[in-house]
């Protein structure tokens, strides 16, 4: 009899909420460690903040996604909400350069959230607070992109806006983070 075996697929982890503000720490050594046991393969850590590259045959994400969040809680002692992207989605969005258009200095930051889970919203996007400060250019599937301009407002809502409209079930990145997970994929 023979074994058809499943393919291997690349996938990027974004961990919610570790590391931050000295809470809920996660060395990424130990991290690495115990997604090796879950038989996630080639892992890789990026960044103190939770961005995991690994491969696995396991191709039902919301599975996945579950079981590594479920194996960290046990392992941690907190729940660790995990998002999955598989990696070409992540290289396609390198790829169209979403930012293209926007005037960068020192102040502006470029953002992108995965949700969880695809969430309505009746944000008509592109959407500019009233300040200015804040934009969403655009959403992609689970995937909303955004603008923060600091100069504008010091105390920025960012993250109540995109709350408000889309749920607390997602994770946000920084654009350059993004730019470092895609060089990683493509070595």
């Not at 996630?40 to 996945?64: H, K, P, Q, Y």
């Not at 005037?103 to 889970?117: E, N, P």
């Not at 923060?148 to 350059?176: C, F």
């Amino acid at each position: 009899m023979n074994k058809i075996e499943k393919e291997k697929e690349r996938y990027v982890a974004f961990l919610r909420g570790i590391n931050v503000g000295g809470h809920h720490k996660v060395p990424m050594a130990d991290l690495k460690k115990e997604l090796t046991k879950l038989g996630l393969e080639n892992t890789v850590t990026l960044l103190n903040s939770g961005n995991v590259i690994f491969d696995s045959i396991n191709v039902d994400m919301a599975s996945l996604e579950k079981q590594v969040s479920k194996h960290l809680e046990d392992v941690f002692g907190f729940f660790i909400p995990t998002i999955l992207r598989r990696s070409k989605m992540i290289l396609d969005l390198l790829d169209e350069g979403p930012f293209k258009d926007e005037i960068l200095t020192k102040d502006v930051r470029l953002y992108v959230s995965f949700l969880w889970k695809d969430a309505e919203s009746n944000l008509q996007l592109p959407w500019t607070s009233e300040d200015e400060s804040f934009k969403v250019i655009g959403r992609k599937d689970r995937t909303i992109l955004s603008v923060l301009d600091l100069s504008i407002s010091k105390t920025p809502k960012a993250m109540e806006v995109l709350e408000k409209h889309y749920g607390k079930g997602m994770t946000t990145r920084n654009w350059n983070t993004i730019v470092r997970v895609g060089k990683k994929l493509n070595s």
